[in-house]
């Protein structure tokens, strides 16, 4: 014969009794955490009130670009801000931002470090000039008068120049002249010479002019090795640059041609 093994059971009482400080916490945690999520959201405690713009770099953003980015999410939860849709709506509609990496300082403060964009020449224009960095991308703002100390790059079709504010140009002339000022930067003869102008008016023949009006002939491509020939002409220190029009590079040799 089996035996059946006897069940004990608490008395209902005592269990009732043993739940109800396990009710009464959880009933506290949940009041805690709806407390702390009200302060949270509706304190402004933590209402962003402050943007701070950190420029990274030599580079420097427009007057209306600060202006907008030091209001940004003002007035909202610092928590409701979504940094990633944040960077990605800026880097959209301020093409003259190149980097940005934005930081929530609590309780209230947003931080911007923003790299510009470096324009190193200008575009010119019927209606004056438009700033363009080495990738290309034409800044946002025409200016009247020309910027002292970037070279001029002529020849491109002042329209193709408007429709391309904000956004990177694929003008062949445009992009072979920004690749010759970099080889010209990077072989430092602009270190001892003075870029006043590109011209990209025949995209396969480029010309830029130096200081005394001296115009050199440097093609379409091979600008390094040409650079290099440039740089031992002048290192020579026998020219007379008052006595020359122009130095073509263009055929493999040097030629001169006198005033």
């Known amino acids: 014969m089996v035996r059946r093994s006897k069940r004990f059971n608490l008395?209902?009482?005592?269990k009732i009794r043993n739940l109800i400080p396990v009710v009464v916490l959880v009933i506290?945690?949940?009041?805690v955490?709806?407390?702390?999520?009200?302060?949270?959201?509706?304190?402004?405690?933590?209402?962003?009130?402050?943007?701070?713009i950190c420029v990274i770099g030599r580079a420097l953003l427009t007057d209306k670009t600060v202006k907008e980015l030091l209001t940004v999410h003002k007035g909202r939860n610092i928590f409701d801000v979504d940094l990633k849709t944040t960077r990605d709506y800026i880097m959209a509609h301020?093409?003259?931002?190149?980097?940005?990496?934005?930081?929530?300082?609590?309780?209230?403060?947003?931080?911007?470090?923003?790299?510009?964009?470096?324009?190193i020449a200008q575009v010119s224009m019927y209606s004056g000039f438009c700033l363009v960095d080495a990738e290309g991308v034409i800044l946002p703002g025409v200016r009247g008068l020309s910027v002292e100390g970037l070279p001029i790059i002529k020849g491109v079709d002042s329209?193709?120049?408007?429709?391309c504010i904000g956004?990177?140009?694929?003008?062949?002339?445009?992009?072979?002249?920004?690749?010759?000022i970099g080889i010209i930067n990077q072989m430092r003869f602009s270190q001892g010479h003075e870029i006043h102008m590109i011209d990209v008016s025949d995209e396969k023949n480029l010309s830029f002019y130096i200081e005394?009006?001296?115009e050199i002939k440097i093609g379409g491509e091979n600008f390094r090795e040409r650079v290099a020939m440039l740089n031992k002409t002048f290192d020579t220190g026998r020219l007379d640059k008052s006595q020359i029009r122009y130095i073509d590079l263009r055929f493999g040799n040097v030629i001169i041609g006198p005033k």
Do not use: C
């Open 11 to 14: 008395p209902k009482p005592l």
């Open 28 to 31: 506290l945690g949940l009041g």
């Open 33 to 52: 955490f709806n407390w702390l999520r009200a302060f949270v959201v509706d304190s402004p405690y933590f209402k962003i009130s402050k943007v701070e």
């Open 94 to 119: 301020y093409p003259e931002v190149r980097t940005i990496v934005i930081n929530r300082e609590f309780p209230n403060k947003l931080i911007l470090n923003i790299r510009p964009r470096r324009p």
């Open 159 to 163: 329209g193709l120049v408007s429709a």
């Open 167 to 180: 956004r990177k140009s694929n003008h062949l002339g445009l992009i072979r002249a920004l690749r010759l």
């Open 212 to 214: 005394g009006g001296i």
